[in-house]
């Protein structure tokens, strides 16, 4: 029986889910600190990335150790019989393009300021590839 690898798969994978997410917060909390400006359309798409990264984390956090009944059927082979389990491989599918969607928002959610500022036309590209060195 492979109880404790499996236990440490559903630890690590959570721990996962969760670390993607800390370091999408911090980029958009650093967005919030450096764009001093005021704009209404750079605070709503903050807010809105912000409240759709975290109201699909905490539910895939939950989906990843819940994803059993009984949770312990996900570790137990024995109780597989008896258990009603999710589809893991849709429900990686489906956080993975969360995951995508939400990295193009935070690419994109400094863009427009960036090319409001009085800058050149090639500053502005080169500051733009400054950030989209993320996405590498």
């Keep these: ?9 559903l630890v690590a994978t959570s721990t996962y889910l969760a670390g993607i997410a800390i370091v999408k917060l911090s980029l958009l909390f650093f ?7 005021n704009i209404r359309h750079f605070s709503i798409a903050w807010w809105a990335t912000t409240i759709l990264l975290v109201a699909y984390t905490i539910p895939y956090i939950i989906l990843n150790v819940c994803f059993c009944r009984p949770v312990q059927a996900a570790w137990d082979i024995t109780l597989l019989s008896n258990a009603k389990c999710l589809d893991l ?3 990686f599918i489906t956080h993975g393009g969360l995951n995508g969607l939400t990295d193009l928002l935070i690419l ?7 090319w409001g500022l009085c800058l050149t036309t090639k500053r502005k590209i080169l500051v733009s590839l400054v950030f989209g060195v993320g996405v590498l």
């Design 31 to 37: 967005y919030r600190r450096i764009i001093t400006v």
């Design 1 to 9: 029986m492979l109880t404790s690898g499996s236990q440490l798969w």
């Design 89 to 91: 491989e849709l429900l």
């Design 108 to 114: 994109l959610l400094p863009l427009p300021i960036l």
